[in-house]
């Protein structure tokens, strides 16, 4: 049998302070991500601001190049505190006029479509975020051996860092089912 050659070079391994970098950069995308689909999923489930029925007055098409559906009417929360009679709102596809949808407002004049499809994509931006944090937990506790591969060490950091690692590779599926669950829901 001929002995396996490589192309691929000498391996080198990335610097501690490269890995560090990358672990921080990691950790702060993934916590920002996370943050923001929280607080959106919380909007989108009706949960942050104040929920209630806009009844749509009318839609038109606006804007160039990319055109938004724009629906204006009368907003009426659940609880019967607050109205708005002229509410705008983007949404997709057009509301026929007297039909109701769900929204919630987000202050003044600012209205966001309460909808399991925008729930699932927020909470797939969320589980997202997620695993690129615990995937930067995982890089913390790993190591370079002496061949200059990384690999995890053989304490109990590298078993924290491996379960990271698992744990990782299970919030991205997650991530990628309320993706798909998402695609699939009716806007």
């Given at each position: 049998m001929?002995?396996?050659?490589s192309?691929r070079g000498?391996s080198?391994?990335?610097?501690?302070?490269?890995?560090?970098?990358f672990?921080?950069?990691?950790?702060l995308?993934?916590?920002?991500?996370?943050?923001?689909?929280?607080?959106q999923?919380?909007?989108?489930?009706?949960?942050?601001?104040?929920?209630g029925?806009?009844t749509?007055?009318?839609?038109?098409?606006?804007?160039q190049?990319?055109?938004?559906?724009?629906?204006?009417?009368?907003?009426?929360?659940d609880?019967g505190?607050s109205?708005?009679?002229?509410?705008r709102?983007?949404?997709n596809?057009?509301?026929a006029?007297?039909?109701t949808?769900r929204?919630?407002r987000?202050?003044?004049?600012?209205?966001?479509?309460i909808?399991?499809?925008?729930t699932?994509e927020?909470?797939?931006?969320?589980?997202?975020g997620?695993?690129?944090?615990?995937?930067?937990g995982?890089?913390?506790?790993?190591?370079?051996n002496s061949t200059?591969?990384?690999?995890?060490?053989a304490g109990p950091?590298?078993?924290v860092g491996l379960r990271?690692g698992?744990?990782?590779?299970?919030?991205?599926l997650?991530?990628?089912?309320?993706?798909?669950?998402?695609f699939l829901?009716p806007?």
């Open positions: 001929a002995p396996v050659i192309n000498p080198r391994s990335a610097n501690p302070a490269q890995r560090l970098a672990s921080v950069l990691f950790a995308i993934g916590a920002g991500l996370t943050a923001f689909g929280l607080y999923a919380g909007h989108a489930v009706g949960l942050l601001g104040e929920p029925t806009l749509v007055a009318s839609c038109a098409r606006v804007g190049p990319k055109p938004e559906i724009r629906c204006t009417g009368s907003f009426r929360s609880d505190r109205t708005d009679p002229a509410a709102f983007t949404v596809p057009s509301l006029s007297g039909q949808t929204l919630d987000v202050d003044a004049g600012s209205y966001v479509r909808s399991p499809a925008g699932e927020y909470a797939a931006l969320t589980l997202f997620m695993a690129l944090f615990v995937f930067a995982s890089g913390f506790a790993s190591r370079a200059g591969r990384p690999e995890l060490s950091v590298g078993r990271l698992q744990a990782g590779i299970v919030l991205l997650g991530a990628a089912l309320c993706a798909v669950i998402a829901s806007h």
